[in-house]
């Protein structure tokens, strides 16, 4: 009998801390950004555009070299602001929203499927592989639609698996 009290006090508690949490991540989100998400199959908004592109090459080109910088980096909100599908581009540019601290990663994330917020623990995962080194963002828990990114600079940081009929989610620092 004992155990079933302890049971069901530890799930009252659970649900009591998770919807704090929620209502806390919500609240810090919605002060930052007020995500919008319109599906528009006409613009094609699924392409890399030259911009895109323009800005993912510089990006590249003056990528942050360390793991420590890129961590320091990341501290701040980041806004979703490119895009891009696979082989067939037909969802419209998702509404995404970051605010990474020194211990957490909230994330908001809104396309036609979707619409969430998540809190996250994450790192940079240094990966070495037989064309070199590179880092990543790795949050727990994993596999989140919109948090492939592994190329970091300054302003701007990206994940680009087009070229496996993946997607592109390019963000840029707002604060």
């Keep these: 009998m004992n155990h079933l009290k302890f049971s069901t006090a530890l799930v009252f508690l659970m649900t009591v801390l ?4 929620t ?4 609240e810090i989100i919605d002060n930052s950004l007020d995500c919008f ?3 528009n199959d006409d613009n094609m908004d699924g392409l890399i555009d030259d911009t895109e592109r323009m800005i993912m090459n510089e990006c590249m080109g003056n990528s942050l070299p360390s793991k420590s910088g890129i961590e320091s980096n990341l501290i701040g909100e980041w806004e979703l602001t490119g895009h891009g599908e696979g082989w067939l581009p037909t969802i419209s540019q998702p509404c995404g929203y970051i605010i990474i601290s020194e211990d957490e990663l ?3 994330f809104k396309n036609e499927y979707t619409d969430t917020i998540s809190t996250h623990l994450w790192e940079i995962e ?3 592989w037989s064309g070199g080194q590179y880092f990543r963002l790795n949050v727990i828990p994993e596999d989140v639609e919109g948090l492939f990114i592994n190329q970091f600079c300054e302003n701007y940081m990206y994940g680009d698996g087009t070229p496996s009929d993946g997607n592109m989610y390019l963000y840029r620092k707002v604060k």
Excluded: G
């Excluded at 998770?18 to 949490?21: F, I, Q, V």
């Design 18 to 21: 998770m919807s704090c949490n």
């Design 23 to 26: 209502n806390e991540d919500k």
């Design 37 to 39: 998400f319109v599906q």
């Design 106 to 108: 909230i994330f908001e």
């Design 126 to 128: 240094e990966v070495n």
